[in-house]
C-alpha cells in the first residue's frame, strides 16, 4: 500500500460545503501528499458538487481519485470506493464536515502504539455551523486517549465511521455498506468491526467537525419525516444486530445490547402521531409491535442504563417486556415504585411542576400537576395532593387525572408514559403577611414531600436565576427549591431584590445581561409615567390583512382606545397603508421591546410565540414580567379541527379566545384539552367580517392551505420556511400543478371568460416558481390582499383552508379540493374536529382531479351562483351577520379588565 490513510468521501449536492472538507484534510500536519489519499464519489450530484470533485482530482492528481456514478445513496457510493482503498487506515468522511489538523497524526501514533488490541479508533465529535456542544456519545472521551474494553464498558459505543478509522487489512473482508440503510448503515459496519476484538480505542485530543447546517437538509434533523428511519433501521440493523452478533456462549454482548437500544430508543420517545404522519396506521402499528418484540432480547440493566429517555419511558418499556405493572411499596416516609424487581423511583423525586400562578383580589390561584413514574391510571385514583402553607395549613387541591396532552413527555407511541393529577388551589391571602408553600402527595395516609418541582412555561418566575422574583400586587414571590415563597413587600424590597437579579445577571455572563438591566430600568420607569392601559395589536411578523389590522382600524376610526399600537416589520408591504390610520411599531424596534414589556394587552390574530416575546432567546431576563401577559388572541380563521395541542392553556395560556360559530364556541369551550372557561372563550365573530366586501368578477381563485410534510422547518438564522428536495414529488405539487394545467378547465375558463387565479398559503409562496404557468391563470403575489381576493373572486377552490368561512360569509361559492384527506390530518399540528364538510361543509368537497376540475365547469356554466343547500347552512352556521364583530371583541376585552 502507498498511503498511510485513505479518506473516502461520498458526495451528493454539497457544493457549498466540499472544498471546506476537502481543505482540511491537505492541511493535515502529518502531510497530505506523502500520506493520504482521498476517494471523492460524485453520488449523482445535481449541483456543482460533481464540478469541485473533479477540480480537486486535477489538483492532487497523485492524492485524489473521483468516481461519478448514478445517484444511489451514500452506501452504494461508499461501496464503489471500496476496490480503489490503497491507504493502510480508512476512514469514511462525510462531504460537509471537517477533520482537525493533527488528527492524522494522533490517528498515526495510536495504531503504532496500539495496533495489536484495537482495529478501530474513534474521535469526539464537536458541532459547528447551525448548532455549538458536542455530541451526546463524547463521554466516552472523558478519561483521555485509551483503549477500551466493551466488555467491561458496554456503554462506550461507537456508531459512526466518519469520526472513526479502521485497519484496512482486518476490515475489508467485513465491510460491505447495506444500501438498504439510509440511516444506520454506519453502524452496522462499525458493530460488524468491533466484534472482532470487542475492544474499541479513542483519542481525546482530535475532532471531527459534524456541521449541523442552518439551511436544512441534514439527514438526522428530518429524520423522522422519512419512511426509510423506521423499517428498513429496525429490521437491517436493530434486528439484524441482535440476531447476528454473539459471543462464544452464544449471548448477545451488551455493548451490541447498548448499540441497539441507543439506536430504538429515539422511536421510543416518539409520539404514535409522528410516527403515523409518516408511516400511516397500519404499518405504524406493526412498527410499533415490531419494536417492543426486540425488547426481550435486551437485558434489564441495558434499558435503564440508557441516558436520553426518561424514567417514565423505562418503566413502558419494563412493562412491556415482561408484560406486567409497577408495583408501589411503602418505603418508610416515601413509596417506591418498582417494575420487575427494579427500583424505578420514589414519589419524591418524581417531577411536579409550578404551571400557572396569579393574583385576583384576594385570592391566589395556583395551578401545575404532578407525575408518576410507572403507574396506572387506577393508582391514581387513591392519590390526593395538597398545599402545606407555613407549615401548618393544609389545603386540599382540586384534583383532575391529566390528559397526556396537558403534560411534558407525558405520551410516547400512543402510551400514557408519565400519569399525572392536574391540582388547582385558591389561597385567601387576606389571612397572611408571608406564606411557604409545599406541595405534598397523600397517598393511603401517608404524606409525602414533591421535593422535585420544575416551572412552567408560564409560571411567572424564572428558575435560572438565583434572585429570580414576580410581584404579585402586595407580594414579592421567589421560589427555593421547593418552596414558593410569597411575602407582602414595600417598594424599596422590591427595589433591593430587582437589584439582587441584575447582580445575578452580570454573575451569569450571559449576552445582553447589561442590555437587559436597562430595559428592566426603563420599564420600571415606563410603568409610573405612561398611561396605564397600553394595547398591542398585530398579525403576522412581516403583514397585516388580517383580524388584527381590522380591529386596529376599529379602534383607530373610532377612537375608543387611544393607546393601542399596531406591531409590523417596517419593511412589510403593508406597513404605509395601516400607518395611513393608526400609530405603528416596528417589530423588534427599541420601541417595541420596551412597549411589549409595559402593555397591558398584547392582541393578534397569530398565536406564534414571536408575538408574545420579541426578546428570542434573551426572554429569561424578562421572565416575570413576560409571563403575566395573557394573549388576546383574535383567530387567523374559524377553528374547526382539534388544535388543542398548540393553542390549549398548557402550551399558550390565552388571555381570550375569539370564536365566531356556535359550534366552534362549544368545541373550544367543552373541548377535553384545550383547558378554558367562558372567561376566555368569547362568541364575538371575527373582526375582519367586518371589512369584508362583495364585488364579484369573473375570477376562480385556487387556495390551498400549508402542508407540514412539504417544509423542513425554519432556517435558525432567518426564520425562513426551508423546503425538502422532493417538493415537485408531492401529491400537493402533482394536484395543482396539473389542476392549474388542466385543458378542460382552462378551455371552459376561456369560454365562459373567466380568469384563475392561484393565492397557496404564504409558506408555499417560494415555491411557485416551481408550478408549470399556462396562459389564463394569474399567479397571485405574497402582497396580495385576502380581502381583495374574497371581494372580486366568483368561486374559491381550497381544501382545509377556513379562507372557505369568510367567502361563505359573502353567500358565495366553496369547493372542497381533499384529495389528500387521510395523509393531511395524520401530519398535520391538528386533529379532525367538529366540522363534518359533508353535512356542514360550505360547499362540494372533491376527492380527485377529474371530480374538482368538473365541479369547477359547472359553477362557471351556471355563472357561479351558490346553491340554495349551501347558503342555508351558511345561515345557520355564523352566529351573527352584521358589521359589529369588532365591537364586540372591544366591549368583550373592557368586561374582563
Same mark, same amino acid.
Given at each position: 500500500m502507498s498511503y498511510r490513510f485513505t479518506i473516502v468521501i461520498a458526495v451528493y449536492n454539497t457544493g457549498p460545503y466540499l472544498n471546506e472538507t476537502v481543505e482540511s484534510l491537505i492541511s493535515q500536519d502529518i502531510g497530505f501528499k506523502d500520506h493520504v489519499q482521498v476517494i471523492l464519489v460524485d453520488d449523482g450530484s445535481t449541483d456543482i458538487s460533481d464540478t469541485l470533485c473533479d477540480i480537486w482530482a486535477d489538483k492532487y492528481p497523485h492524492n485524489i481519485k473521483v468516481i461519478h456514478q448514478p445517484n444511489a445513496g451514500v452506501s452504494a457510493a461508499r461501496n464503489a470506493a471500496l476496490p480503489h482503498i490503497e491507504g493502510e487506515i480508512v476512514n469514511f468522511l462525510d462531504s460537509d464536515d471537517k477533520l482537525s489538523q493533527n488528527t492524522l497524526t494522533l490517528v498515526d501514533e495510536f495504531f503504532q502504539a496500539h495496533a495489536k488490541e484495537t482495529d478501530i479508533v474513534s474521535i469526539p465529535m464537536h458541532f459547528f455551523e447551525g448548532a455549538t456542544g458536542e455530541h451526546i456519545l463524547n463521554y466516552k472521551y472523558a478519561q483521555g486517549t485509551r483503549v477500551i474494553d466493551l466488555e467491561k464498558e458496554p456503554d462506550c459505543i461507537q456508531l459512526s465511521l466518519s469520526s472513526s478509522f479502521v485497519l484496512w487489512e482486518r476490515a475489508r473482508d467485513k465491510v460491505s455498506f447495506d444500501t438498504s440503510l439510509k440511516y444506520g448503515e454506519d453502524a452496522k459496519e462499525a458493530l460488524k468491526i468491533l466484534m472482532g476484538k470487542k475492544i474499541l480505542g479513542v483519542i481525546s485530543e482530535a475532532k471531527y467537525h459534524y456541521r449541523k447546517r442552518k439551511r436544512g437538509g441534514s439527514a438526522l434533523q428530518q429524520s423522522t419525516a422519512q419512511e426509510a428511519w423506521y423499517f428498513p433501521q429496525l429490521e437491517h440493523l436493530c434486528a439484524y444486530s441482535l440476531e447476528q452478533h454473539h459471543d462464544e456462549a452464544g449471548r448477545i454482548p451488551k455493548f451490541v445490547q447498548f448499540s441497539v437500544m441507543y439506536v430504538l430508543q429515539w422511536n421510543f420517545r416518539l409520539s404514535r402521531k409522528t410516527v403515523e404522519a409518516t408511516l400511516g396506521k397500519d404499518r405504524a402499528d406493526r412498527f410499533i409491535e415490531d419494536m417492543f418484540a426486540m425488547l426481550p432480547?435486551?437485558?434489564?440493566?441495558?434499558?435503564?442504563?440508557?441516558?436520553?429517555?426518561?424514567?417514565?419511558?423505562?418503566? =413502558?418499556?419494563?412493562?412491556?417486556?415482561?408484560?406486567?405493572?409497577s408495583k408501589l411499596i411503602t418505603d418508610g416516609e416515601d413509596i417506591a415504585i418498582s417494575c420487575g424487581g427494579l427500583e424505578l423511583g420514589h414519589f419524591s423525586d418524581c417531577a411536579a411542576k409550578w404551571e400557572f400562578m396569579r393574583l385576583e383580589g384576594d385570592t391566589l390561584i395556583l395551578e401545575g400537576y404532578t407525575g408518576f413514574v410507572g403507574l396506572s391510571e387506577k393508582d391514581l385514583e387513591d392519590i390526593d395532593n395538597y398545599l402545606l402553607i407555613n407549615g401548618n395549613d393544609w389545603l386540599k387541591c382540586e384534583k383532575d387525572i391529566s390528559a397526556p396532552d396537558r403534560v411534558d413527555n407525558a405520551e410516547a407511541l400512543g402510551e400514557d408514559i408519565f400519569p399525572s393529577i392536574t391540582f388547582g388551589s385558591r389561597i385567601d391571602t387576606s389571612k397572611y403577611d408571608s406564606m411557604e408553600i409545599k406541595l405534598y402527595s397523600f397517598y393511603k395516609g401517608l404524606k409525602i414531600e414533591r421535593k422535585k418541582i420544575n416551572h412552567g412555561l408560564f409560571f411567572p418566575?424564572?428558575?435560572?436565576?438565583?434572585?429570580?422574583?414576580?410581584?404579585?400586587? @402586595?407580594?414579592?414571590?421567589?421560589?427555593e427549591g421547593n418552596v414558593l415563597k410569597l411575602r407582602r413587600a414595600s417598594a424599596w424590597d422590591f427595589t433591593r431584590q430587582e437589584i439582587k437579579l441584575w447582580q445575578d445577571f452580570r454573575a451569569s455572563g450571559r449576552p445582553h445581561a447589561g442590555k437587559a438591566i436597562l430595559y428592566r430600568s426603563a420599564y420600571h420607569l415606563a410603568k409610573r409615567i405612561l398611561p396605564k392601559d397600553i394595547w398591542l395589536v398585530s398579525d403576522r411578523i412581516n403583514k397585516a390583512d388580517d383580524n388584527g389590522e381590522a380591529f386596529f382600524r376599529?379602534?383607530?376610526?373610532?377612537?375608543?382606545?387611544?393607546?393601542?399600537?399596531?406591531?409590523?416589520?417596517?419593511?412589510? @408591504?403593508?406597513?404605509?397603508?395601516?400607518?395611513?390610520y393608526g400609530k405603528l411599531i416596528p417589530y423588534h424596534s427599541r420601541r417595541h421591546k420596551l412597549l411589549q414589556l409595559v402593555a397591558d394587552k398584547i392582541i393578534s390574530s397569530a398565536g406564534d410565540d414571536f408575538v408574545m416575546n420579541p426578546f428570542g432567546g434573551d426572554r429569561a431576563f424578562y421572565w416575570d414580567i413576560l409571563k403575566k401577559k395573557r394573549l388576546i388572541f383574535l383567530?387567523?380563521?374559524?377553528?374547526?379541527?382539534?388544535?388543542?395541542s398548540w393553542l390549549g392553556k398548557p402550551h399558550r395560556n390565552l388571555g381570550m379566545f375569539v370564536t365566531s360559530t356556535r359550534p366552534e364556541y362549544e368545541s373550544v369551550l367543552k373541548g377535553k384539552y384545550y383547558g378554558y372557561g367562558k372567561d376566555v372563550v368569547k362568541l364575538t365573530g371575527m373582526p375582519r367580517y367586518d371589512y369584508l366586501e362583495n364585488k364579484p368578477e369573473k375570477i376562480i381563485t385556487i387556495m390551498p392551505t400549508w402542508r407540514n410534510s412539504l417544509g423542513l422547518g425554519h432556517d435558525?438564522?432567518?426564520?425562513?420556511?426551508?423546503?425538502?428536495?422532493?417538493?415537485?414529488?408531492?401529491?400537493?405539487?402533482? %394536484?395543482?400543478?396539473?389542476?392549474?394545467?388542466?385543458? =378542460?378547465?382552462l378551455a371552459k375558463a376561456k369560454e365562459k371568460g373567466y380568469t384563475i387565479k392561484f393565492l397557496p398559503h404564504p409558506n408555499i409562496m417560494p415555491m411557485l416558481g416551481k408550478f408549470q404557468k399556462s396562459a389564463g391563470v394569474i399567479f397571485c403575489s405574497p402582497d396580495t390582499r385576502y380581502r381583495d381576493i374574497?371581494?372580486?373572486?366568483?368561486?374559491?377552490?381550497?381544501?382545509?383552508?377556513?379562507?372557505? %368561512?369568510?367567502?361563505?360569509?359573502?353567500?358565495?361559492?366553496?369547493?372542497?379540493?381533499?384529495?389528500?384527506?387521510?395523509? %393531511?390530518?395524520?401530519?398535520?399540528?391538528?386533529?379532525?374536529?367538529?366540522?363534518?364538510?359533508?353535512? =356542514?361543509?360550505?360547499?362540494?368537497?372533491?376527492?380527485?382531479?377529474?371530480?374538482?376540475?368538473?365541479?369547477?365547469?359547472?359553477? =362557471?356554466?351556471g355563472d357561479c351562483r351558490i346553491k340554495e343547500k349551501y347558503l342555508q347552512r351558511g345561515s345557520k352556521f355564523f352566529a351573527y351577520h352584521d358589521r359589529n364583530n369588532s365591537e364586540r371583541v372591544f366591549d368583550s376585552l373592557c368586561s374582563t379588565e
Open positions: 432480547k435486551i437485558d434489564d440493566d441495558i434499558i435503564i442504563g440508557q441516558k436520553n429517555i426518561w424514567a417514565s419511558h423505562k418503566a =413502558m418499556l419494563l412493562k412491556k417486556k415482561h408484560g406486567i405493572e418566575i424564572v428558575d435560572v436565576f438565583p434572585h429570580a422574583y414576580t410581584r404579585l400586587g @402586595p407580594f414579592l414571590a421567589q421560589t376599529y379602534l383607530s376610526e373610532t377612537s375608543k382606545h387611544p393607546h393601542s399600537f399596531f406591531v409590523l416589520r417596517k419593511d412589510s @408591504p403593508d406597513y404605509k397603508r395601516v400607518q395611513e383567530q387567523h380563521g374559524i377553528t374547526k379541527d382539534d388544535i388543542s435558525t438564522e432567518t426564520g425562513n420556511r426551508l423546503y425538502g428536495e422532493g417538493f415537485e414529488k408531492s401529491s400537493f405539487f402533482q %394536484f395543482y400543478n396539473s389542476l392549474l394545467n388542466d385543458e =378542460m378547465l374574497f371581494a372580486e373572486s366568483s368561486l374559491i377552490v381550497t381544501d382545509y383552508s377556513s379562507v372557505a %368561512f369568510d367567502f361563505a360569509y359573502l353567500k358565495k361559492p366553496v369547493i372542497y379540493a381533499q384529495f389528500d384527506r387521510k395523509e %393531511f390530518f395524520q401530519g398535520h399540528t391538528y386533529s379532525e374536529g367538529y366540522f363534518d364538510y359533508e353535512s =356542514m361543509g360550505l360547499g362540494e368537497v372533491e376527492e380527485n382531479l377529474p371530480d374538482t376540475v368538473q365541479r369547477i365547469c359547472e359553477y =362557471m356554466e
